[in-house]
């Protein structure tokens, strides 16, 4: 199944730091989100990326597509003890209309 | 303000129980949607309902039965109650059917005794 796989599956890092996470996926996709999901709470967008870009920022998020390998990567900059959270990327199916979730980066930041 | 809600947010049940979870979603989207999430987080789609049509219906037992009695609610109804149906279940909604950025509810934590 075209199923997004998340590494790492966990990261610790200190406040200030930068985190990186990615994601592949198997086959071809129209484009690929990254969500955000604090502990007991819903998934929440971040942002989008489609087929046809290679890089796209939003605040301190910067999100990179590399369809060639099929994959993707997710920088958080100057991360906070706020950003502790996990990270799921979805990729859309080639048919169907429906969103594939990984299993997630889970996130911690230290203050 | 919510834009998507469920209720309830916590369920604790006994095996073979029947049990609903409601969602509503004032975002004024067409398409609404079911996830399942699993103790490992992974997350995925059960159903989808397009303008109150059911589009997606992801090799789900069919003792769950979705309704939409309109395109603001998608509520979910389980029958006979399995263990392995203790999950975190999610709520979302979309502008349109396809692939666009999914507004979630704050999920419902099923625990099933």
């Known amino acids: 199944s075209q199923q997004g796989e998340e590494d790492p599956q966990a990261l610790s890092i200190q406040e200030g730091e930068n985190a990186t996470m990615n994601c592949s996926y198997k086959t071809s996709i129209n484009n690929l989100q990254w969500y955000r999901q604090n502990s007991g709470r819903g998934l929440v967008h971040l942002i989008l990326i489609r087929s046809n870009e290679r890089e796209k920022h939003s605040g301190r998020l910067r999100v990179t597509l590399d369809t060639s390998k099929k994959s993707s990567s997710l920088l958080i900059t100057a991360s906070r003890a706020a950003d502790t959270a996990s990270y799921f990327c979805a990729t859309d199916a080639a048919q169907g209309g429906k969103l594939i979730f990984g299993q997630g980066t889970e996130l911690s930041v230290k203050p | 303000d919510t834009a998507v809600s469920q209720t309830p947010k916590y369920l604790v049940t006994q095996m073979g129980n029947d049990k609903s979870i409601k969602c509503e979603q004032n975002l004024g989207h067409d398409t609404m949607y079911w996830y399942k999430q699993d103790s490992k987080k992974f997350l995925k789609i059960m159903f989808s309902y397009n303008n109150k049509e059911l589009i997606i219906n992801e090799t789900v037992p069919n003792r769950f039965s979705p309704k939409s009695p309109d395109k603001a609610h998608l509520n979910l109804h389980i029958n006979s109650l399995e263990l392995g149906d203790s999950a975190v279940y999610f709520c979302?909604?979309?502008?349109?059917?396809?692939?666009?950025?999914?507004?979630f509810g704050p999920g419902t934590r099923l625990t099933v005794l």
């Open positions: 979302a909604s979309s502008p349109r059917h396809g692939t666009d950025t999914q507004y």
